[in-house]
């Protein structure tokens, strides 16, 4: 969230990054088949996906030979991308566990207070409820750097 000012989970609960539409960018695979691969077959991200579709694995239905390894090829060349951006040579130093621990103590101070717009999950949240108080990331990034 430091760097890219995005919440991977907040982004979930509001509904904008589901795994369907998540697996809708990929070739091969259409609402109905993403629908069946978050709903019946529990599979919510690229990694556990890639996982799925590896040779041996059990049949997942609307995967052919060649659909499966159309989309383990997509897959695994995205995430390929990802990882080795993740651990290029210097590419992107992690932020220091304080910086961390910092922004946790600002969010639960912050939340315990009232001062954090509320959302309602899309997942597990039948009435919903707007309960769960999220963080604006611009926010806490500048009153963490404010405090260093």
């Keep these: 969230m430091l760097t890219s000012g995005r919440w991977t989970q907040l982004d979930r609960l509001r509904g904008d990054a589901g795994p369907a539409r998540l697996f809708m960018t990929l070739p091969g695979i259409g609402p109905a088949l993403a629908r069946h691969l978050a709903d019946d077959e529990d599979i919510e991200t ?4 890639e996982i799925a579709l590896q040779p041996g694995g059990h049949p997942i239905p609307g995967f052919g030979r060649r659909r499966r390894q159309l989309v383990l090829s997509k897959v695994s060349e995205g995430l390929g991308r990802i990882r080795s951006a993740r651990h290029g040579a210097g590419s992107v130093t992690p932020p220091p566990v304080s910086l961390l621990l910092d922004e946790d103590k600002l969010y639960n101070e ?3 207070k009232g001062q954090l717009r509320l959302i309602a999950p899309k997942r597990f949240n039948p009435e919903g409820a707007a309960w ?3 963080p604006c ?7 963490i750097l404010s405090v260093q």
């Excluded at 690229?46 to 996906?49: A, G, M, Q, S």
């Excluded at 990331?137 to 009153?143: D, E, F, H, S, Y």
């Design 46 to 49: 690229l990694e556990e996906l």
């Design 110 to 112: 912050r939340a315990a």
């Design 132 to 134: 769960l108080p999220a």
């Design 137 to 143: 990331a611009t926010a806490m990034r500048q009153a």
